[in-house]
């Protein structure tokens, strides 16, 4: 079989055809073979939750409308979105926490981690209510650290301490009378988990509510207690200047491509990789080259300046380079396929971590008290097999793009200070304000077989930069818009329209860029959209308004991971119109899509989902939210 016009990234084509001569089958190519796909699943209502099932509802209303135990579409669709959601939480939480561990055991000197940034490590401490006079920045971190295990050990009445100390008071309150308050992140996937089981909650409403809550869940438990922890060891992004797609890799060099989500071994692969680069000139090589792909790349991107190499939907055809000397994964949107595809070239595919095992990898334990050992260990594996390439089966694409990233809300902060030091918000709410920012839209989320890879993100955003709405992107979505050269001041000039354009130059000069500001400020991985409501919160604060009143949106055009269905929940709940630009599996119950899309959402939280699935009409209804968010501010 022969897939085409699956992609707009130019590197794909090439290496897709090498993959179908060297008789490799891609993501694309099961997508092709899994057509057509279930009715019943797309829309959201069969229901494998007990063993008497699996049961579906027939859409049509001819066939059964009940499930053996008598669920209607309604329960059904509304308990499969629980259940991602709980999916999604549970694996941002699971990250977020082994983070705080890190922190706590570099912090009592078990795990060989400096921590880089006091000043963060002061304002999270701050921020929490515990005191930061005359400790040193081990005790605080340890402080820190125990303030995060305590919100996994409450037992109380009390709400997350992570989510009360970052969260904007306004929707603390709002979430509070709408009984949503989550308290401890663990018990609450426990509670989802139970609540979705079979005989236990039937109430569609309900269901719906506790959905917002593991929103919730998410975004302070997992996405903030991520972002903070990662910055205070590991430092908070700068900006920062490198190259996104596959031409980052080199033939003349071992190459090493780090791959998941999780920084805490991919931070030392780094540095190891830069202090054994003798032992590769020795191997024959002319140094060690690294690239990353997916949030693990995204992160060591922000703060160490690593090349993109490409994101979700490529990673089969980075390894298909013959380039690729190991390809180290931790966790989150690995593809098992990885394995077939390392097993055709020299390229070693190593996992690290116990809940991520691939076979046919060789597996190479991440143990944080020798993540030094572990992380030479993996750099002299790759030197090894560098060894062994053919360099007959390489062929590394030419594209490559500049990428300007590291805009972390100090980073944005920091800049706008030189335009005015004791008000840095001051410009930019007067250019939303005057009108010459229309607004602001995060572009976030993932690639998905089922929209051609990267085309709805930059569609979308090229129409909303000419429409002069800034826009900010996360994840794989960086990477896209990265890849098609929309992280560089050169896209202010050619896309942004003519009010932000000159509004980017001006902050540019100011800041000692020389350049404008790129019109797509690169936020960081998807944990990092914790950024984005960070920004929000200072921008609604500095106008004395709630973040839901902001002419601001969302967007996550290419979505596919649970993680994003979780991440979008929090989003609505944070009162943001969070557009979808592939359908999520709802479409079975017009009591869960109203609810989600319609005046429920938004009378109770201020934000909604807008599903559509065309860029450029996505991007009209975008800006028309924006336009009607302004017209109520007066402005
Ligand atoms: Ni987000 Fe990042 Fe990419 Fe999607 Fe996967 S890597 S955590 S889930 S596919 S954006
Ligand atoms: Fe069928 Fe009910 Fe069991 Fe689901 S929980 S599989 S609807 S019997």
């Given at each position: 079989m022969s897939v085409k016009d699956v992609s707009i990234d130019p590197a794909v084509p090439g290496l897709l055809e090498k993959a179908e001569n060297d008789g490799l089958e891609t993501v694309w190519h099961r997508f092709a073979s899994q057509q057509p796909q279930c009715g019943f699943g797309l829309l959201g209502i069969c229901c494998r939750n007990c063993v008497q099932g699996p049961c579906r509802i027939d859409p049509f209303g001819e066939g059964p409308q009940k499930g053996i135990c008598g669920a209607n579409a309604d329960l059904m669709v509304a308990r499969n979105l629980l259940r991602s959601a709980t999916g999604g939480a549970a694996a941002h939480i699971d990250h977020a926490y082994e983070a705080v561990e890190a922190l706590y055991q570099a912090a009592v000197g078990k795990a060989p981690y400096e921590i880089k940034d006091e000043a963060k490590l002061k304002a999270v401490a701050g921020k929490l209510g515990i005191s930061v006079d005359g400790k040193d920045k081990n005790t605080l971190a340890r402080e820190v650290a125990e303030a995060a295990f305590a919100d996994f050990a409450n037992h109380g009445a009390a709400p997350m301490k992570w989510l009360t100390a970052t969260a904007p008071a306004e929707r603390v309150e709002t979430w509070g009378k709408l009984g949503l308050l989550p308290k401890n992140p663990d018990r609450e996937i426990r509670t989802a988990m139970h609540q979705t089981s079979m005989g236990v909650d039937s109430d569609p409403v309900n269901l719906i509510l506790a959905t917002v809550k593991m929103g919730l869940v998410d975004g302070y438990g997992g996405l903030h207690l991520a972002t903070d922890i990662q910055d205070i060891l590991f430092g908070t992004p700068s900006p920062v200047v490198s190259d996104a797609n596959l031409g980052v890799l080199d033939a003349d060099y071992v190459n090493i491509i780090i791959h998941g989500h999780v920084p805490l071994l991919s931070e030392k692969v780094v540095e190891w990789a830069r202090k054994l680069e003798n032992e590769a000139i020795a191997a024959g090589a002319r140094g060690i080259k690294l690239a990353g792909i997916c949030c693990t790349g995204n992160e060591v991107l922000m703060r160490q300046g690593v090349p993109l190499a490409t994101n979700f939907l490529a990673q089969e055809l980075a390894v298909t380079t013959g380039a690729v000397d190991a390809m180290v994964v931790d966790v989150q949107c690995i593809m098992p396929s990885l394995a077939d595809i390392t097993a055709c070239y020299h390229t070693k595919l190593i996992t690290t971590m116990p809940i991520a095992k691939v076979p046919g990898a060789e597996h190479v334990p991440f143990d944080i008290e020798k993540v030094d050992e572990t992380a030479r260990q993996i750099v002299r594996i790759a030197i090894e097999a560098?060894?062994?390439?053919?360099?007959?089966?390489?062929?590394?694409?030419?594209?490559?793009?500049?990428?300007?990233?590291?805009f972390s809300v100090e980073a944005v902060v920091g800049a706008l200070a030189k335009l005015n030091a004791d008000n840095p918000l001051k410009p930019l709410v007067d250019n939303i304000a005057n009108g010459n920012i229309l607004g602001a839209c995060g572009v976030v989320g993932c690639n998905?077989?089922?929209?051609?890879?990267?085309?709805?993100?930059?569609?979308?955003?090229?129409?909303?930069?000419?429409?002069?709405?800034?826009?900010?992107?996360?994840?794989?979505?960086?990477?896209?818009?990265?890849?098609?050269?929309?992280?560089?001041?050169?896209?202010?000039?050619?896309?942004?329209?003519?009010?932000?354009?000159?509004?980017?130059?001006?902050?540019?000069?100011?800041?000692?860029?020389?350049?404008?500001?790129?019109?797509?400020?690169?936020?960081?991985?998807?944990?990092?959209?914790?950024?984005?409501?960070?920004?929000?919160?200072?921008?609604?604060?500095?106008?004395?308004?709630?973040?839901?009143?902001?002419?601001?949106?969302?967007?996550?055009?290419?979505?596919?991971?649970?993680?994003?269905?979780?991440?979008?929940?929090?989003?609505?709940?944070?009162?943001?119109?969070?557009?979808?630009?592939?359908?999520?599996?709802?479409?079975?119950?017009?009591?869960?899509?109203?609810?989600?899309?319609g005046e429920t959402a938004e009378n109770l939280l201020g934000g909604k989902f807008y599903v559509e699935t065309d860029p450029i009409a996505a991007a009209q209804g975008i800006i028309a939210h924006i336009k009607d968010k302004r017209a109520k501010l007066g402005i």
């Open positions: 560098f060894k062994n390439r053919d360099p007959e089966k390489v062929r590394i694409p030419g594209h490559r793009s500049k990428v300007v990233a590291g998905n077989a089922k929209v051609v890879q990267d085309s709805f993100h930059v569609a979308l955003v090229k129409e909303l930069l000419k429409n002069n709405v800034l826009v900010v992107a996360t994840g794989c979505a960086a990477h896209a818009l990265g890849k098609a050269g929309f992280l560089t001041p050169e896209a202010t000039l050619q896309y942004a329209g003519d009010s932000l354009k000159a509004v980017l130059t001006a902050v540019g000069e100011a800041a000692g860029l020389k350049a404008p500001l790129p019109p797509v400020l690169h936020m960081g991985s998807c944990v990092d959209n914790s950024r984005i409501g960070d920004l929000l919160k200072a921008l609604a604060a500095y106008l004395n308004v709630a973040v839901k009143d902001l002419p601001v949106a969302a967007s996550a055009p290419e979505y596919q991971h649970e993680k994003a269905i979780a991440i979008g929940t929090w989003a609505v709940a944070l009162g943001v119109f969070t557009h979808l630009g592939v359908v999520p599996p709802v479409l079975g119950s017009q009591v869960v899509a109203g609810a989600l899309t």
